[in-house]
């Protein structure tokens, strides 16, 4: 996957590794006030943010631990050399698919490329936890902006046609 993204974000990665940050699978509730923290930094981001969602806090999440290799819901976070959280996201793991359903990076960290190592990372993470994924996905990419598709471009989330089909377990 490191390979197949652009340059510029290999060099972004690389620029947030050589500034100490950090990637790990993290529990959403042991870092809601950093979690927090990121959403107030910005008030855009690729929109308007709405105002429920930068003044609330975040609310713990209570669903139980996946124990299952195909069916889960991390998060992962990026962390600087303080150990302070500073890029986030979420995704569910369904069979073949991990996709990316919420990922947000302070703005007083972006310059550091903290959201590119955060894709790039999740990518490994979920090649080495997750034998049965072969897709990896970011929301939609018809109907997205052109800042939005071309950043898509750049990470090799491009347009697929899928086909689900549900499978018993009998």
């Not at 390979?3 to 060099?11: H, I």
């Not at 986030?88 to 793991?93: D, F, K, N, R, T």
């Not at 970011?138 to 090799?156: E, I, M, V």
Request: proline fraction near 4%; charge should be positive.
């Amino acid at each position: 996957y490191m390979k197949a993204v652009e340059s510029s974000a290999r060099r972004n990665y690389k620029k947030a590794v050589r500034n100490g940050y950090t990637f790990r699978r993290i529990d959403f509730n042991e870092h809601i006030d950093d979690v927090w923290d990121i959403r107030r930094s910005a008030k855009v981001r690729q929109g308007v943010m709405s105002e429920s969602f930068i003044n609330n806090k975040p609310v713990e999440i209570t669903d139980p631990v996946s124990n299952s290799k195909t069916h889960d819901y991390p998060y992962f976070g990026i962390f600087n050399q303080y150990g302070k959280l500073v890029a986030y996201a979420s995704g569910i793991v369904a069979g073949e698919l991990m996709e990316v359903e919420h990922i947000y990076g302070h703005s007083d960290f972006q310059k550091d490329g903290v959201v590119p190592m955060l894709y790039i990372s999740i990518a490994g993470y979920v090649m080495e936890q997750y034998p049965t994924v072969k897709y990896y996905c970011y929301g939609t990419f018809f109907g997205a902006s052109p800042t939005l598709q071309r950043f898509k471009k750049k990470f090799q989330f491009l347009p697929h046609k899928v086909s689900w089909q549900l499978q018993s377990n009998k």
